[in-house]
């Protein structure tokens, strides 16, 4: 597992970012892309010692493709110089929420967990109501003090209490959000020491797996929408 070759690749790539050298250079892509989904299946056996749901997945359909959508950005370099992947209990797809990880050099890269994506408004509603009732849960979990030593819930939000909460409600801040997510930057350095690196990623995603928890039994019932 060589994440130095990852992270090698990806600096590259962000000073090269145009399709004349990412072609060029497709081997050096397809032996970091193997290092990474190495990663992945390290990951996986190491979250898999705290959330056996996740065991069955395979690296290979975790990742998502590095090629940025442009239509509708004033930014047109044609790739994103980093590695993503999602490993929840049904792969990638947002929800169930899991484990989120970005590897990005210039010290972007992060460990992530919880609700990124407020398109799905029924999902949203989901977590607003299940907060609405289960609001000392939820504080026992943000304010775990070993979360809170990593975490702090981030998230889009409204200026107010959506209509159908009481504006005085005591989470009232967090029926606010339309997504509830946390991160936790890790630096270039701690990347490139692949074997340090895995064990680190899991012990802050067992830190995790609460919140994750939580929003999972809130989002019980929701359904992708159909393309």
Do not use: C
Request: proline share 5%; charged share 30%.
């Amino acid at each position: 597992m060589n994440t130095a070759l990852i992270m090698d690749y990806l600096w590259a790539l962000s000073r090269n970012n145009n399709r004349e050298w990412y072609h060029e250079n497709k081997e050096a892509f397809k032996r970091a892309n193997g290092e990474f989904e190495r990663l992945l299946e390290r990951l996986i056996l190491e979250i898999g010692k705290f959330d056996g749901s996740i065991l069955h997945n395979n690296p290979k359909d975790l990742t998502f493709k590095i090629v940025r959508d442009t239509r509708f950005s004033h930014d047109k370099s044609p790739y994103n110089p980093g590695f993503r992947a999602h490993i929840s209990s049904k792969g990638k797809l947002p929800v169930p929420v899991g484990y989120y990880l970005m590897i990005k050099p210039g010290n972007q890269s992060f460990l992530g967990g919880g609700l990124f994506a407020d398109m799905f408004k029924d999902g949203t509603a989901m977590v607003r109501d299940y907060i609405a009732e289960n609001g000392e849960e939820w504080e026992r979990i943000i304010h775990e003090p070993e979360f809170e030593k990593y975490f702090t819930v981030r998230g889009t939000a409204l200026k107010k209490v959506p209509a159908g909460y009481e504006k005085e409600h005591p989470q009232g801040e967090y029926l606010k959000f339309k997504s509830w997510y946390v991160e936790f930057g890790v630096s270039d350095e701690e990347v490139r020491d692949g074997e340090e690196f895995a064990a680190r990623a899991a012990e802050i995603f067992r830190v995790m797996k609460p919140f994750n928890d939580y929003l999972n039994k809130a989002l019980v019932r929701f359904q992708m929408p159909e393309r």
